[in-house]
């Protein structure tokens, strides 16, 4: 099972940017997806989350009203919408997936997890 996230890269405050987490080998319509940072230095932080049926969905404070999760299941793929980035949203971002989990943020329920994309606001 293998998750891959892409979109990341270097933008200036206030910008946007769109993560994608991609799936092979498996369908992600029976699994919860997360998304999380982890900035140096710092501990990982759940940023949002969505649930296997598509329905639910959670923000982490620092990104309520900015950031927007998505699904797109005959894409095989679950997207982060980040608006109105902030230079502390720098951080590499990781997806990770649980199979017929409700959504969490936190990130000892999760099983599956990606490599990473990283994220830069400066200008």
């Known amino acids: 099972l293998q998750l891959v996230e892409s979109g990341g890269g270097l933008v200036q405050p206030g910008g946007s940017l769109r993560l994608s987490c991609a799936a092979s080998?498996?369908?992600?319509?029976?699994?919860?997806i997360g998304w999380f940072r982890q900035a140096p230095g710092k501990e990982r932080e759940g940023v949002s989350c969505?649930?296997?049926?598509?329905?639910?969905?959670n923000y982490a404070d620092s990104v309520k009203g900015r950031f927007t999760i998505s699904r797109d299941n005959a894409k095989n793929t679950v997207y982060l919408q980040m608006n109105s980035l902030k230079p502390e949203d720098k951080a590499v971002y990781y997806c990770?997936?649980?199979?017929?989990?409700?959504?969490?943020?936190?990130?000892?329920?999760?099983?599956?997890w990606g490599q990473g994309t990283q994220v830069t606001v400066s200008s």
């Open positions: 990770a997936a649980d199979f017929g989990s409700a959504c969490t943020v936190v990130a000892d329920a999760y099983e599956y």
């Open positions: 080998r498996f369908t992600l319509d029976y699994y919860a």
């Open positions: 969505i649930n296997s049926s598509r329905g639910s969905t």
